[in-house]
């Protein structure tokens, strides 16, 4: 018997693509019937672009997103408060890119189908709940079919029914009161076509970034607007499919219209747009229950900040993989390694992003300056600047030199 992994996602499929590729036998359970390219765009940072690199599949990468050059903070007037290079122009040993989250999640499936064998990359197979004795786990799914395996793997997203069945009164994620407007763009290029800018601050913000080249020269723009709304506010429930409307957005970024972009005239371009409240939940004091175990976002979801959302997931998929390829066959040592790997730094990201991560600075000097700056030194030190993106780097384990230097995960 081998690993089921349930949820075909992109933590799931990379999860099931190291898996397949440390000679563990695989099966992934996906609940849609019919994988399309859904969402708009996301950023996988270099320790994730590392960890698919080490997959053979940085050329696909290559072909599908934009290998992003720079990152910029910019207040709500327009001005510049700090600027860093990013992927390989940072000197990493690997790219940094922004791409159509439907789009990688299509390349995964395309990719894991091949090597898995289509026959073990199930759709239209829900969990609806599982069972463990002494010999495996038994998966039980919607169409009235099971699953027998060692190892079971909750890579089912932010409503994982299998956190869903270990947890079952915790509840819905938790909402700060913020809501994102997510949309593509097709527009010319911005600053060098391959610059993601965050703005603004806590109450409103806007960020947005290249994902991909179109043949007449324009670009596929992807774009987040955040507000937050007044307290009594009905919150919806988070639905990556949730259509929004511009009309809820534009207003509030009137004033944004800047020499290098015309923030309401790329939103008025919108192709579709999404809305998605900002949640996550409270990290957990352990994935592991006997055989199953937890990934990606159903282990920690997390606010969209720092770009972490995939990163994670595909960092805690080759970890996974890591351990249980070493582990000789005893499953239960090798959940227990990958969740004092992964577990500790992803509950010290979550807490981090309530405290608003890297993207606090905007909030500084929002906070220091709120009608702009002259000097912006005297607002906010290079030194302060520098050390608040260092720090998150660590954190998130893309800290350029100890990425550069540390050990593989291929076992
Ligand atoms: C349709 C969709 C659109 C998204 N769009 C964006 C976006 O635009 N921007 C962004 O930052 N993030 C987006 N995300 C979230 C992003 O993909 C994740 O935060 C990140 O990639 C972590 O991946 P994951 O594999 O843990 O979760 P996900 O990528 O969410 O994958 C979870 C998978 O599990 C499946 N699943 C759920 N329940 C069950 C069940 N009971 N049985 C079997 N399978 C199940 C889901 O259908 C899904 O394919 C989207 C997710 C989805 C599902």
């Not at 509840?171 to 407007?181: H, T």
């Not at 006997?290 to 080759?318: F, V």
Request: with cysteine.
């Amino acid at each position: 018997m081998g690993v089921i992994i349930i949820g075909g996602g992109i933590g799931g499929l990379t999860a099931a693509m190291s898996l397949h590729a440390a000679g563990i036998d695989v099966e992934v359970f996906e609940a849609a019937a019919d994988v399309r390219p859904l969402g708009v765009g996301i950023n996988v940072l270099p320790h994730a672009v590392r960890e698919l690199t080490e997959l053979g599949l940085q050329p696909l990468l290559a072909e599908t997103g934009i290998a992003t050059r720079e990152l910029r903070y910019i207040s709500a007037h327009g001005q510049e408060i700090w600027r860093e290079a990013r992927g390989l122009a940072a000197g990493y040993d690997w790219p940094q890119y922004s791409i159509h989250r439907g789009r990688l999640h299509m390349l995964l499936m395309v990719e894991a189908r091949a090597r898995l064998g289509a026959r073990r990359v199930h759709t239209g197979r829900r969990l609806v709940r599982t069972e463990q004795d002494a010999a495996g786990v038994t998966a039980f799914f919607a169409d009235g079919g099971q699953a027998r395996g060692s190892v079971l793997v909750g890579a089912d997203g932010i409503h994982s029914a299998v956190r869903a069945e270990r947890l079952p009164d915790e509840g819905a994620p938790r909402w700060k009161g913020a809501v994102l407007w997510r949309a593509t763009s097709v527009a010319p290029p911005f600053l060098d076509g391959a610059t993601m800018i965050q703005c603004g601050h806590h109450d409103l913000k806007f960020v947005c970034y290249p994902i991909a080249h179109n043949p007449d020269g324009t670009q596929l723009i992807n774009w987040i607007a955040e507000r937050v709304l007044p307290a009594d506010t009905p919150w919806n429930r988070e639905d990556w499919n949730r259509q929004g409307s511009l009309a809820e957005v534009i207003p509030h970024y009137q004033d944004w219209r800047w020499p290098w972009l015309d923030v309401p005239a790329l939103m008025a371009r919108a192709e579709a747009v999404y809305e998605f409240p900002m949640v996550d939940r409270d990290p957990l004091p352990g994935w592991n229950q006997g055989r199953i175990t937890l990934l990606g976002d159903a282990a920690h979801p997390m606010y969209p900040i720092g770009s972490n959302g995939a990163s994670q997931a595909i960092l805690d998929a080759r970890v996974l993989a890591m351990h249980l390829g070493r582990c000789g066959g005893d499953w239960a040592a090798g959940l227990a390694a990958y969740d004092a790997a992964r577990r500790p730094p992803t509950a010290a990201l979550t807490l981090a992003n309530r405290e608003l991560g890297p993207d606090v600075i905007l909030e500084r000097v929002h906070q220091r300056a709120p009608q702009g700056f002259t000097d912006l030194n005297a607002v906010i030190s290079q030194r302060e600047l520098a050390e608040t993106a260092a720090h998150y780097k660590k954190l998130a384990g893309f800290d350029p030199v100890l990425l550069n230097e540390r050990e593989s995960y291929t076992p």
